[in-house]
């Protein structure tokens, strides 16, 4: 009973993720996993729930830099290295939690998309931000203190640059690109900058 229940939501939070969550229909998710309006309502009270129960799995496989780890990295190259090992670790997760690779940024769309619903979400994602962008400002204020790289650089704006070279992987097609090559992809964008920013 339970092993359906997953599948359940394992499914129909890839439809939400796919066609995003007000135009899933019941149908839909009925279509998606093969079972009865009835079958769906034995297990969730409504798709709501089902989005929820997603989202909430979603979370759980997320890793992200701790206080810890950004107190112990000693340089931006080493803090580049945990933060492309850390979204391997959580490609890996939601591979085994869900079946497939979920790109973040889906992710994040789908919260702000019924923010109204779970706005608890949406804060979530509002903190989990705020705590990536703090922590690779302080990241970058100690590659400049140590002479690792450039003073004269705007922190903020090179945070805010670095941060978003996880997402530059939406450029590559999904159906003929293997993960691998992403995180590479994503590895070689991460280089470039830095050798740009070195002193």
Request: proline residues 1%; aromatic residues 12%.
């Amino acid at each position: 009973m339970t092993e359906l229940r997953e599948e359940i939501v394992k499914k129909a939070f890839l439809q939400f993720l796919n066609r995003g969550y007000k135009a899933c229909s019941l149908k839909t998710l009925e279509q998606a996993t093969g079972l009865t309006k009835g079958a769906f309502y034995y297990y969730f009270k409504d798709k709501k729930e089902i989005l929820e129960a997603g989202m909430k799995r979603y979370f759980s496989v997320m890793k992200e830099e701790s206080e810890d780890d950004v107190e112990r990295v000693t340089s931006l190259r080493e803090f580049i290295d945990l933060v492309i090992k850390n979204k391997e670790a959580s490609a890996d997760a939601s591979q085994k939690a869900f079946g497939c690779f979920i790109l973040e940024v889906l992710f994040f769309q789908l919260v702000l998309e019924v923010a109204s619903i779970f706005p608890e979400f949406r804060e979530r994602i509002y903190t989990i931000s705020k705590r990536r962008l703090a922590n690779w400002e302080q990241i970058i204020l100690k590659a400049k203190q140590s002479g690792e790289i450039r003073e004269t650089l705007d922190t903020s704006v090179l945070a805010r640059n670095l941060m978003s070279v996880s997402s530059s992987m939406l450029n590559i097609e999904l159906d003929q690109a293997s993960f691998q090559y992403m995180f590479s992809d994503t590895r070689m964008q991460f280089e470039q900058y830095y050798m740009l920013i070195k002193k």
